[in-house]
Nanobody, 123 residues
Framework: QLQFVESGGGLVQPGGSLRLSCAAS????????IAWFRQAPGKEREGVSC????????NYADSVKGRFTISRDKAKKTVYLQMNSLKPEDTAVYYC????????????????WGQGTQVTVSS
């Protein structure tokens, strides 16, 4: 069964950077599209970014375009979210999720979820 462990969250000042990692165990990620979601206190969960199973295509929410980059390392069974120019409104718990299909989309259904990692952007 596919399981994830997210890491890389923490406290960072506005304008700073963090790299989140989503490491899989149990099965290969080769056949899964992967997405990052986030949920801030009192707000609904929102899709941040996703990458197809091949890594050939990515999608981003408008709020993070140009600042965040998603990538995957198949050998390490890990997906990354590089977050630059962080803003206080990026503060949230970030989750990675997977769906057993090639395509990805921020409004699609994802079947496997990690436990989340907290990102706090504050001075």
């Amino acid at each position: 069964q596919l399981q994830f462990v997210e890491s890389g969250g923490g406290l960072v000042q506005p304008g700073g950077s963090l790299r989140l990692s989503c490491a899989a165990s149990g099965v290969t990620l080769d056949y899964y599209a992967i997405a990052w979601f986030r949920q801030a206190p009192g707000k609904e969960r929102e899709g941040v970014s996703c990458i197809t199973s091949t890594g050939g295509s990515t999608n981003y929410a408008d709020s993070v375009k140009g600042r965040f980059t998603i990538s995957r390392d198949k050998a390490k069974k890990t997906v990354y979210l590089q977050m630059n120019s962080l803003k206080p409104e990026d503060t949230a718990v970030y989750y990675c999720a997977a769906r057993p299909f090639e395509r990805c989309g921020l409004s699609m259904t994802y079947d496997y979820w990690g436990q989340g990692t907290q990102v706090t952007v504050s001075s």
